[in-house]
């Protein structure tokens, strides 16, 4: 599960009522994922085949860094 936010300019901004953003953690609104609150996604994630994609760039990854 991943929380994936509102993003602006969607139907999921107009979920804000009037524009005025609630915020569910202080009691404000009921959270409702997609509404007032990210929302949950599902993801499967292959972490054999990112092993593989890292293993590929060879032993310089180390060394030259990765930023």
């Given at each position: 599960m991943i929380a994936a936010p509102l993003m602006h300019d969607t139907a999921d901004e107009l979920a804000q009522p009037r524009g005025v953003v609630r915020d569910w953690?202080?009691?404000?609104?009921?959270?409702i994922p997609g509404k007032t609150m990210p929302k949950l996604v599902s993801v499967e994630r292959d972490y054999a085949a990112v092993a593989d994609k890292w293993a590929a760039l060879g032993p310089l990854v180390e060394t030259a860094g990765t930023r």
């Open positions: 953690r202080y009691g404000q609104c009921e959270p």
